[in-house]
């Protein structure tokens, strides 16, 4: 099954802006929201908007959606 939600998008905001791992522990992102992302896995619209205010930047700059082909 393929993946239809990559989070790469938010690896290259980070670096792009200079904001580490720890700074957002220290902004409320936990370590086990931060493994779930890691692994593409499924977080809150919460935690997404949470990720956007931490970074200052859209929702597009954190996720992207693959279209499922079949």
Same mark, same amino acid.
């Given at each position: 099954m393929?993946?239809?939600i990559d989070f790469s998008p938010l690896w290259?905001?980070?670096q792009r802006k200079k904001i580490t791992q720890y700074q957002l522990i220290k902004g409320?992102?936990?370590? %086990?929201?931060l493994? &779930?992302?890691k692994k593409n896995g499924n977080i809150t619209l919460l935690t997404l908007e949470k990720l956007c205010n931490l970074?200052?930047?859209a929702?597009?700059?954190i996720? %992207?959606?693959?279209v &499922?082909?079949?």
């Open positions: 393929r993946k239809i290259e905001t980070m409320g992102i936990d370590n %086990k929201t493994d &779930k992302l970074l200052d930047c929702p597009n700059d996720v %992207k959606f693959h &499922k082909k079949d």
